[in-house]
């Protein structure tokens, strides 16, 4: 199945299942921004063509978006979570192993940038599930982490 013929079965299913759209968005969200799953996911297609239903049928924009919002942040913040439990161990494991490369650039974004990366990571593709990984292995601390975690979640979500 092509990602072609993935997104448009999953806007299908959400137009004929409004109800399961929320909890839908919210999944895909959370696996977008998780960093061993967004490498895996093709989420932000999908969430592209759930936008596009949104503005062209009834579907209520603010439970969506709040769903996304919420996805996004607790992906984020489990990224974190891993990072800091597994420290720079992380890239050895499955499917991180497979990008070499993928830990180094968002380690020299987060040291670049700090929390400020941490905001600015969620809207640049790769860097997007990585900033948050290397901000736990950099142990970069809790609250401020999820101040700007929640901060680009909610303004991710609205672009």
Do not use: K
């Amino acid at each position: 199945m092509s990602l072609d013929e993935i997104t448009r079965a999953t806007v299908a299913f959400i137009r004929a299942h409004e109800v399961w759209g929320i909890s839908l968005v919210l999944i895909l969200a959370f696996g977008e921004s998780l960093a061993c799953i967004s490498l895996l996911l093709p989420a932000t297609v999908i969430l592209i063509g759930v936008g596009f239903l949104i503005g062209e049928s009834d579907i209520a924009f603010w439970p969506i978006w709040l769903a996304a919002a919420i996805g996004a942040a607790l992906g984020d913040w489990l990224s974190f979570w891993i990072g800091t439990r597994l420290g720079n161990r992380v890239s050895h494991y499955w499917p991180l192993s497979r990008y070499p490369d993928l830990i180094p650039r968002g380690h020299q974004f987060f040291e670049r940038w700090g929390v400020a990366g941490v905001f600015f990571g969620r809207f640049f593709g790769p860097l997007r599930a990585s900033v948050p990984l290397v901000a736990g292995i950099c142990a970069m601390p809790a609250l401020t982490f999820q101040m700007a975690n929640i901060a680009s979640a909610s303004n991710g979500c609205r672009s």
